[in-house]
């Protein structure tokens, strides 16, 4: 019954715009996503650019290559500062997903914070302990290092 949350920060050496520009675009998304989970983007109407009120849907196998539907609405977009991604129908019965960005010496700072809860009560609170938080945990640490694959890595 309890809402989560989960935290990430990464530094990149681009600019604002270029930052923007990529992870503001719904079809990158699969690009920062593990193949594992199979994450296709099957929205016929959403856009190439963010707004607030876009929807897209999806579907991704997070577990046991079972594949769920997942739609997603963009709430908030102040470009080039953040968006917030809310879902709307899927697997969490709370799913927040805030992503800031702002310019420091030599590049960006990219911030995720994620509030999620889980649906079931306490079954929901269980399956987190076990299984979800590790999940979300690997997804972040995966598009963590993807990222930095393709931007390279302030220090």
Do not use: C
Request: hydrophobic fraction near 40%; charged fraction near 25%.
């Amino acid at each position: 019954m309890a809402v989560h949350s989960l935290r990430t920060e990464q530094r990149l050496p681009v600019d604002i715009k270029q930052a923007w520009d990529f992870f503001s675009s719904p079809a990158n998304l699969s690009v920062i996503t593990p193949s594992k989970m199979d994450f296709r983007i099957i929205s016929k109407h959403h856009g190439n650019k963010m707004y607030p009120g876009q929807l897209i849907e999806y579907t991704v196998k997070p577990v046991l290559g079972v594949p769920l539907y997942w739609m997603t609405e963009i709430t908030h977009v102040e470009p080039q500062r953040f968006f917030v991604d809310e879902q709307r129908y899927g697997p969490y019965s709370l799913w927040h997903h805030q992503h800031h960005f702002r310019e420091i010496d030599g590049g960006v700072e990219m911030t995720d914070i994620v509030h999620y809860k889980i649906p079931l009560g306490w079954l929901g609170d269980i399956a987190n302990t076990i299984f979800v938080k590790k999940q979300l945990a690997e997804i972040f640490d995966y598009r963590f290092k993807k990222v930095e694959e393709l931007f390279g890595t302030l220090h």
